[in-house]
């Protein structure tokens, strides 16, 4: 036979000084079991707004194998925040006939009046979830508008320095010479109508240049060139951002060419951020970009034609901006249905040498060059046609 006991459950989001801690929690539990033998589970660190916390599922776990008799809590809202969430965890206690106290509120579960007064309060529990959630989302707007560092790393190419906003402590960026030497390359590779994210890849891969570290990925550079941040916002970027639907919190007279944007969600963005600008917040940074407005715009224009990305590559339907896609070798032209047998080492040796002829016709214009740290093209030597080489170097 199973022996049930008293379980006593504590919970803490973030230790402030208007929070009660976990160890005082378990204290007013104890008294209220007058010193009875219980067992003890407690989560730190995890919000009341859900149940995924890994303490509290071990004790639903004790309770539905029968071995927990009464469960006691400091507050109600220690166990949950969520209207469903303490309706579907009181049906579990009904079912195992598990008794439920809270130290500081008195309910008695077993009448119709004990329970209707829980479920009262845990929906003013919700309440003040929302209420505290819509507080510190309203926050982070407002600072969002006054164009704000609103924490985090700094993207790629930026170093943060502290600063004071409006009597505010805050951090602003400052460009790292050798990184926005870098992220800058990127911009005016990506500008060339010929230029592909995997050129530039395989250009930084070839030279060892590493982003944080590791080597720049395809869907690193999307979302590094989607970026305003870079770029030294002016007049034709403020009528770009206009025509796009975007939330434009600074007047023209800000967008003198030289500072850059911070980019926002906005509270009603339904799309794909990716794909469409519309109903986003742009703001003019306090740091300075490093990208002029002409060649960003290029490159953010480019990239609104191009497909999206499947697992870090392009699908092979509408590429706009990258290399002409190949023909397609005709079927008597293909090696992998040359019949065997009767046909000569001669017939298929012609075949061979016309599909390449017929698929160097189309290869990238490119051309590789050697001992010098110039762009000059792909990974590998390719053909070329009689056009003068794009070369890139880097900014020092």
């Avoid at 007058?34 to 067992?39: A, D, E, H, I, V």
């Avoid at 309770?63 to 809590?73: E, L, P, S, W």
């Avoid at 500008?191 to 240049?209: H, M, Q, V, W």
């Avoid at 051309?367 to 080489?389: D, N, Q, V």
Wanted: aromatic fraction near 10%.
């Amino acid at each position: 036979m199973n022996i049930r006991e008293d379980v006593i459950y504590a919970r803490q989001s973030v230790d402030r000084k208007d929070s009660i801690s976990i160890e005082s929690q378990i204290d007013f539990c104890k008294y209220e079991l007058k010193g009875g033998s219980c067992r003890v589970f407690k989560d730190k660190g995890y919000s009341g707004k859900n149940t995924d916390r890994p303490k509290f599922q071990k004790l639903l776990g004790e309770i539905r194998k029968g071995k927990v008799r009464r469960v006691v809590v400091y507050k109600l809202d220690r166990i949950s925040r969520s209207i469903l969430d303490f309706a579907n965890m009181m049906e579990l206690f009904q079912e195992y006939d598990v008794e439920f106290v809270s130290s500081t509120e008195k309910f008695d579960t077993s009448t119709p009046m004990g329970r209707a007064m829980l479920n009262i309060c845990i929906v003013f529990a919700q309440l003040e979830r929302e209420t505290i959630q819509k507080r510190v989302t309203d926050a982070y707007y407002s600072r969002c508008l006054k164009g704000f560092h609103m924490s985090g790393q700094a993207p790629y190419g930026f170093d943060l320095e502290p600063t004071v906003v409006e009597n505010i402590r805050t951090k602003m960026m400052v460009a790292d010479p050798i990184a926005a030497s870098h992220v800058r390359l990127m911009f005016e590779m990506y500008a060339e109508p010929e230029t592909s994210f995997g050129d530039i890849t395989r250009y930084f891969e070839e030279r060892g240049i590493k982003v944080y570290g590791k080597s720049l990925t395809r869907s690193y550079l999307s979302q590094l060139l989607r970026n305003p941040v870079y770029a030294q916002a002016d007049l034709e970027m403020y009528e770009f951002f206009k025509s796009q639907g975007t939330v434009v919190v600074n007047d023209a007279a800000d967008f003198a060419g030289t500072n850059g944007c911070y980019l926002y969600q906005g509270r009603d963005v339904k799309e794909d951020k990716d794909k469409s600008l519309k109903d986003q917040i742009l703001v003019i940074a306090p740091h300075e970009g490093f990208v002029s407005a002409d060649v960003w715009l290029r490159c953010r224009k480019k990239l609104m034609t191009n497909t999206t990305f499947q697992n870090g590559r392009k699908s092979s339907a509408g590429n706009a901006g990258t290399h002409s896609k190949r023909p397609t070798i005709p079927l008597a032209m293909n090696t992998s249905v040359v019949p065997s047998g009767p046909t000569t080492r001669a017939v298929r040796g012609a075949v061979l040498s016309a599909r390449r002829s017929l698929s160097s016709s189309f290869l990238p214009l490119w051309e590789k060059s050697s001992g010098s740290s110039s762009y000059c093209g792909a990974a590998r030597k390719r053909p070329t046609r009689r056009l003068p080489p794009i070369r890139w170097c880097l900014h020092r």
